[in-house]
């Protein structure tokens, strides 16, 4: 059993940045996919990024590219999201996911593969 404790949302203006964490416990996360998503009201969870067990395979979705980083410190078991250039429309919910284990540079980006999640951390952007 693997819990997720996700943080590090807040108010922002647009063009601000953030950095999110998700911090394990309960078990290794080494061969573990972790997984950034975000929920939007009455919109579904989708995908923002995901990293493969060794940080050798990540994925972004198209909107996030070239200004949000995905990364991960298997030692302390954390996850990190680094938000740059926000936008009004990255306003929701970010939750962090763990599933596996996989091998290394496999991943997926199907919110029904991952097995468990953070609570959730809302990111509000101002314009």
């Known amino acids: 059993q693997v819990q997720l404790v996700d943080s590090g949302g807040r108010l922002v203006q647009a063009g601000g940045s953030l950095r999110l964490s998700c911090t394990a416990s309960?078990?290794?996360?080494?061969?573990?996919?972790m997984g950034w998503f975000r929920q939007a009201p009455g919109k579904e969870r989708d995908i923002v990024a995901a990293?493969?067990?060794?940080?050798?395979?990540?994925y972004y979705a198209d909107s996030v590219k070239g200004r949000f980083i995905i990364s991960r410190d298997n030692v302390k078991h954390t996850v990190f999201l680094e938000m740059n250039s926000l936008k009004p429309e990255d306003t929701a919910v970010y939750y962090c996911?763990?599933?596996?284990?996989?091998?290394?540079?496999?991943?997926?980006?199907?919110?029904?593969?991952?097995?468990?999640w953070g609570q959730g951390t809302q990111v509000t952007v101002s314009s």
């Open positions: 996911a763990a599933t596996g284990p996989y091998s290394a540079m496999e991943l997926t980006t199907t919110p029904n593969d991952y097995k468990y």
């Open positions: 309960g078990r290794t996360l080494r061969p573990y996919v």
């Open positions: 990293i493969d067990f060794s940080g050798g395979s990540i």
